[in-house]
């Protein structure tokens, strides 16, 4: 089969740490980044906007929350504050004239602070309390943002964002913006590969596992706890930023409620905590299951002539959006990337069944 | 740097759980290149003594010294730095890791890991990466580990775990080990090769040893001194030959086995 495994030697350590040792894993890996960077030629402005461009954006933001809660194992149901930090903070800037990449820059560093502020308040507690200390910081910011006009412009305002400038240059179009987004995605994305391969990855997982086995071999439980805090908060700030830019174009206290976070911590567990691969199945699911469901009651209440109130028509998507959920926890706690691995896993091994694992 | 005189020294150690003393007035001193012996019967402290000195349960009164230097109340993070390593009576290896990495985590305090690295790979971490990685290549050589280099940790037999942990804990090239029952479980062949290890730690890398173990053949072997521990008390010291033919620890293991059998 495609997969071959057999006469793939390395010759050198660093060949053996590559990110992808098997080379179809590459083509495939190839494939995707060129399909990425084309995409504005061949989709429809339509699909790209409302499809392609927020499916990376939310890839981008569940690649971040998953350094958290996939590597370094805290839960964290405030993720859209801190996204929400990042916007207001990158939208004030650039409207101030500092050049966007450095907004970017700043607003992740201003969401990595405040984040990282809250994680070593939350950290002092653990599992459950933790997951209602970060939910804490989610009604805070919430709060403050909506009650300081000076943040969100007045009650129920909307900040338009200024055009984006790369090096001067302004990027106005859907294509740019996109590949703007992609951008960073790709970024984020080299980022937490490398995660599995160096010492600061290996040190947050064993914290995860083993605190104190990790503690006797030096490793500061507490310490790598705040900074997973720390860089989580900084990726997510930066996502928060390109998608008011990127994608709304502009910003209302709204698009970072409870909701939203809820949505993040849906997109990690659907698609697999503590992988790559899963932050981007997860947001893809996460995006277009309700769009799917939609749909799909609709014509199904039409098709058996039931006539029910808009009310419940809105909610059964939501219920069976949670049902799913609760499904992947029951059945894949693994998520998506586990079952896309356990298909890998077969052709690697074919035709010797028994070899698998 | 001159060697210090003593490697580790316990003074008066006291460590108390709620009503109960878990150590009474401990003290033993460990020369540089010995391999030293802990034994007693089950509960009698020896893993809390470790936990004293390692730092995570502090003792409540009584001085632990390293190389002549005070560490008492050491956080445990701290420790790996002043060049102590151990491994844990119930094995603590990372799941979700392969063994290599599991060895690697033990040169945690010989790298430099940082997010910023880690994002400029291929310019920063991975020199560190790959430097480190040959000094675990040998240490992976020396327990011949090289077979299951690759596995992911859980699918690996429980005796070989126990060789990852010692290597895990060589890796860190401490002056100080503290083997935890590090033969628990493992039938003779395997208790011969760990005792083998033991050794030609000591031998090749100029290793002190602390060793609580059970099986009273190896530690008459290959230990050069030992402590026997009671209910928390030191009951008998010396060289193994003499430790353990006194009279209260032949009845300290002969009442405990008494008590196991009623
Ligand atoms: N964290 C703790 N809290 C309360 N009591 C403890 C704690 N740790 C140890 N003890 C108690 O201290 C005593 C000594 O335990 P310890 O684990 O040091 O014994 P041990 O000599 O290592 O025994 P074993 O041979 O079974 O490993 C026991 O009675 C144990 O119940
Ligand atoms: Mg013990």
């Known amino acids: 089969m495609f997969y071959r495994l057999s006469g793939i030697k390395h010759v050198s350590y660093a060949a053996d740490r590559q ?77 101030a ?26 950290l002092r507690v653990k599992g459950l309390y933790l997951a209602v200390s970060t939910l804490a910081m989610q009604y805070m910011i919430d709060w403050i943002i909506s009650h300081v006009p000076a943040i969100s412009g007045g009650s129920q305002a909307t900040l338009q964002t200024p055009v984006i400038r790369i090096l001067g240059f302004p990027v106005d179009s859907d294509a740019g913006r996109y ?16 995660v599995k391969r160096t010492s600061f990855g290996r040190a947050l997982v064993a914290v995860r596992e083993k605190d104190f086995a ?50 993040a911590v849906a997109m990690v567990i659907v698609g697999g905590m503590g992988s790559i691969l899963g ?12 769009i799917v469901l939609n749909n799909f009651v609709g014509w199904f209440v039409a098709a058996i002539g039931l006539s029910l109130s ?48 | 740097m001159e060697a210090a005189a003593t490697s580790l020294e316990c003074q008066g150690v006291v460590r108390k759980f709620g009503g109960l003393v878990a150590l009474k007035d401990v003290s033993l001193s460990i020369a540089p290149g010995q391999i030293y012996g802990l034994v007693g019967p089950n509960g009698s402290g020896k893993t809390t003594l470790v936990n004293a000195v390692t730092g995570f349960y502090p003792p409540q009164q009584g001085r632990i010294l390293f190389e002549g230097r005070d560490i008492t109340g050491r956080k445990p993070h701290t420790v790996a730095k002043l060049g102590i390593a ?15 990495d599991n060895i690697m985590m033990g040169r945690h305090i010989h790298m430099r890991p940082r997010a910023l690295s880690t994002l400029l790979y291929w310019w920063w971490a991975q020199r560190d990466e790959i430097r480190e990685r040959e000094v675990v290549e040998e240490v992976i050589d020396f327990l011949q580990l090289q077979d299951v280099r690759s596995e992911p940790i859980e699918t690996v037999p429980l005796g070989l775990q126990k060789r990852i942990e010692l290597a895990r804990a060589l890796v860190a090239q401490p002056r100080l080990l503290i083997l935890d029952e590090p033969m628990a479980g493992m039938n003779q062949e395997e208790k011969e090769y760990m005792a083998r290890f033991i050794l030609d730690a000591r031998e ?59």
């Open chain 1, 179 to 194: 590949w703007v987004a992609l951008a960073v995605c790709a970024l984020v994305t080299i980022f937490m590969l490398n």
């Open chain 1, 279 to 290: 932050s981007f199945f997860g947001a893809a699911l996460v995006l277009l299951a309700p």
């Open chain 2, 86 to 100: 151990r491994t844990f009576q119930n094995l603590a290896l990372f799941r979700g890791m392969s063994v290599l």
């Open chain 1, 97 to 122: 004239g500092v050049p966007f990449e450095l907004a970017l820059l700043l607003a992740g560093l201003l969401s990595a602070l405040i984040g990282m502020i809250f994680g070593a308040a939350a």
């Open chain 1, 310 to 357: 808009p009310e419940v028509l809105a909610l059964i998507p939501l219920i069976l959006y949670g049902g799913l959920i609760v499904g992947f926890l029951l059945f894949e706690p693994l998520g998506l990337a586990k079952i896309y691995d356990n298909i890998r896993n077969y052709f690697l091994v074919w035709p010797f069944r028994h070899a698998r694992r």
């Open chain 2, 204 to 262: 090749e890398r100029g290793l002190t040893v602390l060793l609580i173990e059970h099986h009273m053949d190896v530690v008459a072997a290959i230990c050069d001194q030992m402590t026997v521990l009671c209910y928390g008390e030191k009951i008998a010291e010396g060289r193994p030959a003499d430790a353990l033919a006194d009279q209260k620890v032949i009845e300290a293991y002969l009442g405990s086995r008494n008590r196991h059998a009623a």
């Open chain 1, 214 to 263: 990790a503690a006797i071999i030096g490793v500061n439980p507490f310490y790598y706890k705040l900074v997973a805090f720390w860089v989580s908060s900084f990726l997510g700030g930066v996502s928060g930023a390109v998608l008011a830019f990127c994608y709304y174009r502009a910003v209302t206290p709204e698009q970072f409620h409870l909701d939203v976070s809820i949505q």
């Open chain 1, 19 to 95: 990110l992808w040792p098997v080379p179809f894993d590459r083509y495939l890996v190839i494939a995707a980044v060129i399909l990425g960077i084309t995409a504005p030629f061949y989709l429809s402005p339509l699909y790209l906007g409302s499809y392609m461009l927020p499916w990376i954006i939310w890839a981008t933001a569940a690649l971040s929350l998953n350094l958290l809660m996939g590597w370094a194992g805290q839960i964290h149901l405030g993720f859209a504050a801190v996204m929400a930090i990042g916007a207001y903070s990158a939208i004030h800037l650039a409207r």
